[in-house]
């Protein structure tokens, strides 16, 4: 039991701060609303969670003996995320309520877990840290993956009603698209650690 509250602490850290998945999710609120975001809003909260299940179950192992097959993951999760910062950052205002451009289905949510760097991190790092030799390792797996599960809701939700509310705010065009620029800067910002981790890898040795 104090095992599952420090992963619970561990998966609200970890969920609550910022990210490519809060980015998006609040951006998405913001131009969207929370009810055209629901699908969005559900890929992140029950995608990341199945990660972390298939992650404890030894999916992770298969980038162990093929570590470049991880790292070329990293790469397109890095073209993929630049895209996306660019999608946010030059949306029109008036494109968006003319529907002319869509949030994320639930399927491109869930997917967009296995090319997202902080995901890869957050599912390793507690499997790694939660898992112990002597202990049940699926039933351990299986807590680690609940505690997700119960903390995705409340804190991806936090981002989406933030952004909701600041649709309110913004509802002029100047101040939405200066919006969409922070986020997609914003964006750019978090996958930094990733490009500096890309480089150590590829060009260190040069």
Not at 110 to 119: D, H, I, P, S, T
Not at 194 to 200: K, N, S
Request: hydrophobic residues 60%; aromatic residues 16%; proline residues 5%.
């Amino acid at each position: 039991m104090e095992i599952f509250i420090a992963v619970l602490f561990f998966a609200f850290s970890t969920t609550i701060t910022p990210g490519p998945n809060n980015v998006m999710i609040m951006s998405s609120g913001v131009n969207y609303g929370v009810r055209a975001s629901m699908p969005h809003f559900l890929g992140i909260c029950l995608g990341f969670p199945l990660m972390v299940l298939l992650v404890g179950f030894g999916f992770g192992v298969i980038f162990e003996k093929f570590p470049n097959l991880h790292q070329l993951i990293k790469v397109v999760g890095v073209v993929y995320l630049l895209w996306l910062a660019w999608h946010i950052a030059s949306a029109e205002p008036k494109a968006i309520k003319r529907g002319d451009k869509k949030p994320f289905t639930f399927w491109q949510a869930a997917l967009f877990q296995w090319v997202n760097a902080k995901a890869w991190m957050m599912a390793s790092g507690a499997v790694a840290a939660y898992t112990t030799v002597q202990g049940n390792p699926v039933m351990e797996v299986v807590a680690i993956t609940l505690a997700f599960l119960l903390m995705a809701f409340p804190c991806v939700g936090v981002w989406l009603l933030f952004g909701s509310l600041l649709r309110k705010v913004l509802s002029n065009s100047i101040f939405q698209r200066v919006f969409n620029i922070t986020m997609g800067l914003i964006l750019v910002a978090s996958i930094i650690p990733v490009l500096q981790e890309l480089w150590r890898y590829y060009f260190a040795s040069f």
